[in-house]
């Protein structure tokens, strides 16, 4: 068959070339992978996400805990009752300087006051150590556990020498506050001395 003079312009283009046939010649590349390592799986993580459980505080501790904050408010209101008490003697004897001038009843006044402020400063400074103790002990080191279990037995002595007074004077007030004392106190000293208790300062730290 002729397709006529390839030089004329006007002449019958050829067919344009057919596509081979499907499955005809070389087959298709496989897709390319990207370069690199696949990706990982994601690690599960733990539930409510990497937090550790804390443990918790053991009972005799808790009541140790909240015997410290009895004391401590104890304290405040010793404290501040003697320093009132410590203004009043101290006002006293200024009007007695003004009225009378200096006399020894105008100077065992200011002598007494002088002391009361000194007593109600130091119960006012127990009442923040109860406080920083009572805090401290839900995360505190072996000085808070040192330092709590002291001040426990030092609060039992306390409270078995004003016991021994209370039984010699026959007072039934005292008597109570004595026994209370002492029960606050050997409950804290025994709060830090069993296994819980150092077991609880021991623990790991998260």
Do not use: C
């Amino acid at each position: 068959m002729s397709f006529g003079d390839p030089n004329n312009p006007y002449g019958q283009a050829p067919p344009p070339p057919q596509a081979p046939p499907a499955g005809y010649g070389y087959p298709a590349a496989p897709p390319q992978q990207p370069y690199g390592y696949p990706p990982q799986p994601a690690y599960p993580g733990y539930p409510g996400g990497a937090m550790m459980p804390q443990p918790q505080m053991p009972g005799l501790m808790q009541t140790a805990r909240v015997f410290l904050f009895i004391v401590a408010a104890v304290q405040a209101l010793a404290g501040i009752g003697i320093l009132f008490v410590a203004a009043a003697a101290n006002d006293v004897s200024n009007k007695s300087d003004s009225t009378f001038g200096s006399t020894p009843f105008g100077d065992i006044g200011h002598a007494a006051a002088g002391i009361l402020f000194v007593f109600a400063i130091f119960f006012l400074g127990l009442t923040a150590l109860s406080i920083t103790l009572g805090v401290r002990l839900s995360k505190g080191a072996q000085g808070v556990r040192i330092t709590t279990m002291i001040y426990g037995i030092l609060g039992a002595v306390v409270g078995l020498l004003a016991l021994i007074g209370a039984a010699n004077s026959h007072s039934s007030g005292a008597l109570v506050w004595a026994i209370l004392w002492i029960t606050f106190g050997g409950i804290m000293a025994a709060a830090m001395m069993t296994r819980d208790g150092a077991a609880w300062f021991n623990r790991p730290r998260y």
